[in-house]
């Protein structure tokens, strides 16, 4: 049984702030959910339902869920056979083929499911959201995880007589696990790949292999990564690119570089989106240095950049700017642990 709302936690420094929550219960045993989530869209829910079957060791055949938009997007009426047809969220559908389960959205008018479902929301708020004190987001997770161990595997419940971590041995074996591995679940996308060779959603670009150009591709979005799917042929970006802006992965980088000036060209920009101080540091560089900085320091840095990836050039960018150290030989004397506070 799944659920999402938002309550208002005080914190100990007398202010609130407005949480979305994902609570889940099996009905045998019992044992209970609750997580934290980030609002309250189709990915927010699935990745409740997804926690919610990692803690308790898989989802049942049949789950009764609320009727949020994230789950259930309208009921249809046949006019001749009077029979009703649920619209499923898609995403929330292709959830449930993957994993090999049934929905069952809480009728409004059956009092049985929706006031199950109403009863679990306002269990989670009554018994820790407002009955608690918060010092901040990390004091309430604290306070949840040792909260769901109370009730799950100390507390007997009413119901039962046991605890849940009791009964859920027994409930376990009819569980279906979810078949995502270590990635998690994958919300699909369909996208075409630009003539720039790369793809957006939520406002990053991903890149793609240059024959892509042009064709409808899959795009799976998982909570840390992006996978991009083509005939036999993936590519697995990370979901936040560390720029901000776009994830270019190395094997995309060669047809960037056909010609001598795209490739400098091509290589700069490349530098200065890692960070603003990237672009601040080109920027000097190239005042500085109109005549040398091509072959100079360009091939320094790039070198530099294949060998310590994103973020540690980046951190040794915004080193060198904020003391006015332009020149390639002052990210490699940072790199190489020769000024303070270098890397490690």
Not at 190 to 203: C, I, K, L, N
Not at 220 to 225: K, M
Not at 272 to 278: A, K, N, Q, S
Not at 295 to 305: A, G, K
Request: proline share 7%.
């Amino acid at each position: 049984m799944t659920s999402a709302a938002s309550p208002s936690p005080t914190r100990t420094d007398a202010t609130s702030e407005r949480l979305c929550f994902y609570a889940g219960r099996l009905k045998y045993s019992r044992a209970l959910y609750v997580g934290l989530a980030a609002g309250e869209t189709a990915e927010c829910f699935l990745r409740g339902l997804e926690a919610f079957a990692q803690a308790v060791g898989g989802l049942p055949q049949r789950n009764v869920v609320d009727n949020m938009k994230a789950a259930v997007l309208g009921r249809e009426r046949d006019p001749v056979t009077g029979k009703e047809r649920i619209r499923l969220n898609p995403h929330f559908a292709d959830f449930l083929k993957e994993v090999g389960v049934f929905a069952e959205p809480a009728h409004p008018y059956s009092g049985n499911q929706k006031g199950s479902v109403e009863n679990l929301v306002k269990f989670a708020k009554g018994a820790f959201f407002t009955a608690r004190r918060f010092r901040h987001r990390a004091d309430l997770e604290r306070q949840l995880s040792e909260w769901l161990q109370h009730v799950n595997a100390e507390r007997r419940c009413d119901a039962t007589g046991e605890t849940p971590l009791a009964r859920l041995g027994e409930e376990r074996p009819w569980l279906r696990p979810l078949p995502f591995g270590a990635l998690g679940y994958g919300l699909a996308h369909s996208v075409v790949v630009g003539p720039d060779a790369r793809v957006r959603q939520g406002g990053w670009a991903y890149s793609t292999p240059a024959r892509w150009i042009g064709q409808t591709v899959l795009l799976r979005l998982h909570p840390e990564h992006v996978v991009l799917h083509h005939l036999d042929t993936q590519c697995i970006h990370p979901r936040h690119p560390a720029n901000g802006k776009y994830s270019l992965l190395p094997e995309h980088r060669p047809p960037l570089f056909v010609k001598p000036r795209g490739k400098l060209m091509a290589q700069r920009q490349i530098l200065m989106d890692l960070c603003p101080e990237g672009e601040r540091f080109f920027t000097e560089l190239v005042h500085r240095r109109p005549h040398t900085w091509r072959e100079q320091d360009l091939p320094v840095v790039w070198s530099l950049f294949e060998e310590l990836g994103d973020a540690r050039l980046a951190q040794a960018l915004r080193f060198c700017v904020a003391r006015e150290a332009f020149g390639a030989e002052y990210l490699q004397a940072y790199s190489r642990g020769l000024f303070q506070g270098a890397l490690a």
